[in-house]
């Protein structure tokens, strides 16, 4: 195969089955289903840490958040470890970002020839009240998840249209003629506030939205779920009515980044650069959406660590539909793969596959999923491996949750705790164990990522800094960063 273009369309907070061509019964989404029709579509892909400043630094290095120590949310990419971005840019390709990074700075070298409409964190620090998990502070910003739901234009549906703009103008505007280039296109829908244009809510009637996981019944038990839920306690400002519309606008968002994502694709056939483009689009991360009493993501159910992953083009068999498990850090390698960029020893020592690979082979039910979660609202490493139709959940100093997928896809039943006297069970919890344990030592990761995090607090000038510093419940945009650095009200 020859050296082809490669288009990265990222959403932000996109729950795996929130697609038609996932057999959604509600969500409109026909771009994505039509790029998943001519491409192949991941069903068991999954983030590195269902958080999105960890996630895009693991994306970005190729590599596992505890390999990279980008923990939190208050420690994002800086452009130290070498990006994929870098080493295409490096290799002479044009390497373009446009909207959102969540990076340290646009002055760091992250990789990119040039950066259109960047988001990087506030402040170049971020969210730092997730640094403090010794022992949770209040957080006091949960209760704007249930008051921003409704109809209108927020901040981010403004941004998206930016952003979908400059793109189309990127597109059309480049010459046809150079060598390959690479284009990382970053919207922010169907992330919160659940602020939905009208056009798109109206698609979606709420006393026709699907039930929450485990609706009405008690919340998982579990002592480290319990902390996150305490501290993350956006569901109790939800009633039944609230909560549908919620899900109405979540998904009337997700139709909306769907529109966007068409329109950039139109763009990319308008400038007749489409067949030698390879597009792959994605999400850092998914959203529980009100699923077993949690919202937004942080916990390693499907719903939130899972992401949705679609790869189409050139090397990609159309129709296909890919069980072996996928991860955000295969993006490094599918990179240097479509666009003919030799492996080197750095390289060759990172974990990722290229998808095109991947796609092409036979599914491979041994191959390990993993993410893992070292921020906000958790007091311990948290730890995810998935292989087959198993999934193994690690919890450093608390007992593990083991489900079993073909039977239980909503993972509602913890078979380490029920089945205790179960033989196949207890191998499988060895075996899940032994997985995590071939990747990283989950007690020696966990004493590094509190290591490194006492010492990012100290830096940002201790808890009281931590707690009142940089307060938000989700990053604002480039503009209100500029007006909140001028003084300016948002």
Not at 188 to 199: F, G, K, M, R
Not at 275 to 280: H, N, Y
Request: proline content about 6%; aromatic content about 8%.
């Amino acid at each position: 195969m020859c050296e082809k273009n490669l288009l990265i369309v990222i959403s932000d907070e996109h729950r795996r089955d929130a697609m038609g061509c996932m057999g959604h019964p509600i969500v409109k989404t026909p771009h994505l289903d039509a790029l998943a029709a001519r491409g192949a579509v991941f069903e068991n892909a999954y983030t590195p840490s269902p958080m999105c400043v960890p996630t895009r630094a693991a994306l970005a290095c190729g590599d596992w958040v505890h390999k990279i120590g980008h923990w939190d949310s208050a420690t994002p990419y800086d452009g130290e470890t070498r990006s994929w971005m870098r080493q295409v840019r490096d290799a002479g390709h044009d390497v373009v970002s446009i909207g959102k990074l969540h990076f340290r700075s646009g002055e760091d070298d992250n990789g990119f020839s040039q950066e259109i409409l960047p988001m990087h964190v506030v402040g170049g620090v971020g969210w730092a009240v997730g640094l403090l998990r010794e022992k949770l502070p209040d957080y006091g910003s949960t209760a704007e998840l249930a008051a921003d739901v409704g109809v209108g234009e927020s901040s981010y549906t403004s941004y998206d249209r930016a952003i979908t703009s400059a793109a189309e103008e990127w597109l059309r505007d480049r010459p046809t003629d150079g060598k390959p280039w690479a284009a990382f296109v970053s919207l922010v829908s169907p992330h919160y506030p659940l602020t939905c244009p009208q056009e798109w809510y109206d698609l979606y009637d709420p006393a026709k939205m699907d039930l929450p996981v485990g609706y009405g019944h008690a919340k998982p038990e579990h002592s480290e779920l319990k902390n996150v839920a305490g501290f993350f306690d956006y569901d109790r400002h939800f009633d039944e009515a609230k909560m549908r519309e919620a899900k109405a606008a979540y998904y009337g968002l997700t139709s909306f980044m769907d529109d966007c994502v068409g329109r950039i694709l139109k763009a990319l056939e308008d400038s007749k650069q489409a067949e030698d483009t390879v597009i792959i689009y994605v999400s850092d991360h998914g959203d529980m959406m009100g699923d077993q009493g949690f919202w937004t993501k942080q916990v390693m159910y499907d719903q939130s660590a899972g992401v949705p992953m679609i790869i189409a083009g050139d090397g990609v068999p159309s129709g296909r539909r890919v069980q072996t498990c996928a991860n955000l850090v295969d993006i490094a390698a599918t990179a240097r793969d479509v666009l003919g960029v030799r492996d080197d020893e750095e390289s060759n020592a990172l974990p990722g596959v290229s998808l095109r690979k991947i796609a092409q082979a036979d599914d491979d039910p041994d191959r390990t999923g993993f993410s893992e979660y070292h921020d906000g609202g958790s007091t311990t490493g948290t730890f995810m491996v998935r292989w087959a139709h198993w999934k193994y959940v690690h919890y450093v100093g608390h007992p593990p949750q083991l489900f079993d997928l073909a039977t239980d896809p909503h993972e509602v039943t913890n078979l380490a705790q029920s089945g205790v006297n179960d033989i196949k069970i207890q191998r499988a919890l060895t075996e899940g164990e032994a997985r995590l344990r071939s990747i990283c030592d989950p007690q020696a990761v966990n004493t590094q990522a509190f290591t490194d995090q006492k010492r990012r607090i100290a830096e940002l000038g201790g808890k009281d800094a931590c707690l009142n510093a940089y307060v938000f419940n989700h990053t604002p945009t480039p503009g209100e960063q500029k007006d909140m650095s001028e003084g300016s009200p948002l």
